[in-house]
């Protein structure tokens, strides 16, 4: 169900500039990898690659053996048959629809049924704690509720794949620290392999250290030398070792 992800030196350039170099990274399956850099390094361009809405313009993408994107050999497969689900910065919920609509749209698409469709809806947002809201319209609700749905919506399709681009980070700084360990947690439970994205070094740290599973970065494969120069991960994993005694 849940895939393994893998890049060979993905690259991207916009009107001529580099914005990604030669990006390889290793994501096994039921894992959860942590991507951190400052604004404007080339996250959401490498999010994007993954999730199929860009397509590189080198190196290759790998999921379950399977080749999703290289240029070179004319390969870039659809977004929608990647089954690959994605939490945004600013929700995006679909304004129209009730809170359980938009946790039941990707399940329509998959042609889930009924009784199995609604059963999976209430579980999705029984997960964040958003049941009782199920007939709300998205913009009667706060920012963190919003996002809990479309954390719902994200798991509901049971995607091999999780994307989160700075999900917290439209959120004020209590509500960014309460959802960071749920969100942890519920990746965990869910044993889903994710690619959590974010800019913030606390973020980055209760992710990758409580779901303890892959590193932040993979500075030894060079992952984020190109993207997030300015962050050298062993050092600063140091120094959160020694922080927490
Ligand atoms: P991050 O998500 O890390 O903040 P992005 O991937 O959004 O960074 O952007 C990386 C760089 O690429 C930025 O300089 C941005 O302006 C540029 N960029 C992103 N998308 C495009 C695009 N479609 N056209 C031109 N430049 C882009
Ligand atoms: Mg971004």
Known sequence: MTAAISSDSLRKS??????????SFELPAGQCLVLLGPSGCGKSTLLNIVTGMLQADGGE??????LLDSSARAVHRPMKKRGFAMVFQDFSLWPHMTVADNVAFGLRVQGVRGAERRKRVADALEQVQMDELADRKPNTLSGGQAQRVAIARAIAVRPRLLLLDEPLSALDAKLRDEL???????????????????????????????????????SQRGVWSHL????????????YEKSRG
Do not use: M
Not at 14 to 23: E, P, Q
Not at 61 to 66: A, N, P, T, Y
């Open 14 to 23: 916009f009107d001529g500039r580099a914005v990604l170099r030669d990006i």
């Open 228 to 239: 997030g120069a300015s962050f050298n991960y062993r050092e600063n994993a140091y120094e």
């Open 180 to 218: 960071k360990v749920e969100i942890s947690a519920l990746i965990r439970k869910t044993g889903v392999t994710a690619l959590y994205v974010t800019h913030d070094q606390a973020e980055a740290f209760t992710l990758a250290a409580r779901a303890s599973f892959a590193p932040v970065l993979d």
């Open 61 to 66: 993408l790998w999921c379950d053996g399977q």
